[in-house]
Structure formats: C-alpha cells, structure tokens
C-alpha cells in the first residue's frame, strides 16, 4: 500500500538550517509530481512546495520561496526538503505526498516535526 515516512525535522533556532526526507513506496514514485505539505498546531494542512516527476518543474507557497529547496532522488524513492533561514512561523509538523498542487493519497505519513525557537 501507499506509505510515506518523513524524518528529520528537530528543533533549531531563527536563521538555522533542516534538511528534511521522505522515503515513499506502494506507488509509481518516478513518475508522480510530488509536494511537501505542513501543518501547525490550530491550523489546516498547507502546501509548502512542490517537485515535477522529471525534476525540472518547482512550485512554492509565497512564505517559503526562497529559503527551501525541494528534490528528489527517483532510483531510492526518496523526496528532501532542504529549509534555510528558519522562521518561527515554520514551526509546523511536515509530510511528504504524491501531487502537484493537491495530494493524490488520501493516506499520510507520521510526519516530522520542525520547530524554530529560540
């Protein structure tokens, strides 16, 4: 079945750095578009960014062009999250997913929790 397992995330202070993967199998992961989607504590889950299935094409919410940076590794299944120049406003758990601008499973991961704090 379809399972994404997320990992990485901690605490880290303002302007510090997380790296932030995804390992995903049970579908055509080389051939899926895939995002990274948040979610803080009282709010709804949000997209945060997006890869094409050919790497070539991005897409990014507002808040967080430019400080993160998404890719992937086809051949291990693999989705990252590279997050710099944190902002407490980042503090949220992170998950992995099939799609582009939606998810395309109605399962998630346990997510990774990221937490900027000083």
């Known amino acids: 079945q379809v399972q994404f397992v997320e990992s990485g995330g901690g605490l880290v202070q303002p302007g510090g750095s997380l790296r932030l993967s995804c390992a995903a199998s049970?579908?055509?992961?080389?051939?899926?578009?895939m995002s990274w989607y948040r979610q803080a504590p009282g709010k709804e889950r949000e997209l945060v960014g997006g890869i094409s299935s050919d790497e070539y094409g991005r897409n990014w919410a507002d808040s967080v062009k430019g400080r993160f940076t998404i890719s992937r590794d086809n051949a291990k299944q693999m989705l990252y999250l590279e997050m710099n120049n944190l902002k407490p406003e980042d503090t949220a758990a992170y998950y992995c997913?099939?799609?582009?601008?939606?998810?395309?499973?109605?399962?998630w991961g346990q997510g990774t929790q990221v937490t900027v704090s000083s």
């Open positions: 049970g579908f055509n992961f080389h051939s899926s578009d």
């Open positions: 997913n099939a799609g582009d601008w939606s998810p395309k499973f109605d399962s």
